[in-house]
């Protein structure tokens, strides 16, 4: 009987002796290049939330081989299986406290590649700027600026790694804000074609918005749990707004999006039931998030107004994703337990459901005109179909069959087609081709059989829609988006999205925002 109780006392520390081995090869092998913390450095943040796109049996050949494209060496030659399967368990264990990552640190790790006004205001290369696109290409952590008249590559850059959220344009197209996973935020100069300035806004980060004025970057955090804002002339933090309720719950920030006509950033959590409005005017609106008796200035009732203050909507659920319309009124979330709500920011609540079961990827709908009214299309992550819904009622005018569920949706005024993609399942080489007034599928293309097409995006005049292949040997194909025929093809590696200043600077109905 008092064998057991030794046997336990074996176990345990054989298991704290292994996972201190695992510590100490982390400590020899990677600390170096990704921290000491696993927080990340030169190289990313080695954490859970941010290793989500790469299994566990797939870290094992990473560590053992090295990532090609990257300085990520291999290390088979170093340590045997059991050490490295010591380290993936490792590097997969949760911290056990929030780490923290504030104005100090934000502050601390900005580099400044050229200081504001250092630069000459003119473009180096001759284009319209209007016109251009950024490439991301997340095959070897590069991007492709490219000129969308000619569709020749004008400028290739190395980007941090695993870049996502899509960058952000800004100034007419003078700069575009990267995001990275591991919270880097990169200014480029896109007149000088260098790099301005970067700064780690976060340790696992979600996306970034860009104030109409030019002025802000907001950042959203799953790692820690926070909004940060920063100065866009040299990304210098300006505040952290730590997300979290009146009682004190923590939430992750799903997203943040710029709403220009209302001077605001508009950001939804993800572990609350809230959506937040942050005012960036230099006069914010008096009482603006707060409960006021009397709004006169002459009541004394409103202590002095502070600056990026806080407005906070209390919803029917929490928003996983979430659309805004083109006048900035209203958003329509979903949640990952299916349903949708639509929430009216002037009146601060919800004023409508929408039945869009499945999981709708709404930050990737879209909008046009059809019969007098108002249509928002969405594809679905989780149901191969797109639902057309009547913004003035909310009800679904209909659900389109497609070849799979999709992820990305995209058009242009000037075209009469929606494009939407058939992301996920066997049948992820195809892109449907849909006529916006008949609601039906007019043509579907298979630019790279065996391939993932994706993510569509129109020159600014709308004649020419751009496919992503998503693959290593992947590309950017042209098709002229009445005809629908090949143009070009550009060969990338594993270009992702691609975006249009134009379109992204005027909030084009056909695209994201």
Known sequence: MKILPALLLLFAWAGASAGQDAREIYLQHCAQCHGP?????????????????????????????????TQMEGFGDKLNKEQIQALVDYIYTPLKNMPVWGLAEIRASQIIHHKPGSLPGQPKFKADIDNLF???????????????????????????????????????????????????????????????AEVRAGINARNLAVSQDGRYVMVANYLPHTLVLLDAKDLSPIKVIEAKDAQGNSSRVSAVYTADPRNSFIAAMKDIPEVWEINYEDNPPRGFGKWVHDYRPDSGDEPEAERFPVRRIKLKGILDDFFLTQSYEKIIGSTRGGGAQVVDLDLGRAVAGVDLPGLPHLSSA????????????????????????????????????????????????????????????????????????????????????????????????????????????????????????????????????????????????????
């Open 366 to 513: 879209i909008t046009w005109p059809r019969n007098g009214t108002t249509v928002l299309a969405t594809p679905n992550i989780r149901k191969p179909e797109v639902t057309v819904v009547d913004t003035a009622t909310w009800k679904v005018i209909k659900r389109i069959p497609t070849k799979g569920p999709g992820f990305f949706m995209r058009s242009h005024e000037k075209t009469p087609y929606a494009w939407t993609d058939v992301f996920f399942g066997p049948n992820k080489d195809l892109m449907h081709v849909i006529d916006k007034q008949t609601l039906e599928i007019v043509k579907t293309l298979k630019p790279a059989p065996g391939k993932t097409s994706a993510h569509v995006e129109f020159t600014k005049d709308g004649k020419y829609a751009l496919v992503s292949i998503w693959d290593m040997d992947g590309a950017i194909v042209v098709y002229d988006a009445t005809t629908l025929e090949e143009i070009k093809r550009i060969p990338m590696k594993k270009p992702s999205g691609k975006y249009n200043v134009h379109n992204k600077l005027t909030r084009s109905a056909g695209t994201s925002h």
């Open 134 to 196: 950024m490439v991301v290409e997340l095959g070897d952590h590069h991007a492709t600026l490219l000129d969308g008249d000619t569709f020749d590559p004008i400028h290739r850059l190395a980007t941090r790694f695993a870049v996502h959220g899509g960058p952000k344009w800004a100034q007419g197209g003078r700069y575009i804000y990267f995001l990275s996973r591991d919270g880097w935020v990169s200014k480029f100069d896109v007149f000088n074609l260098v790099w301005a």
């Open 37 to 69: 913390d696993r927080l990340g450095a030169a190289g990313p943040a080695l954490l859970p939330q941010n290793l989500k796109r790469l299994k566990k049996k797939n870290a094992v050949q990473v560590i053992a081989r090295g990532r090609q494209a």
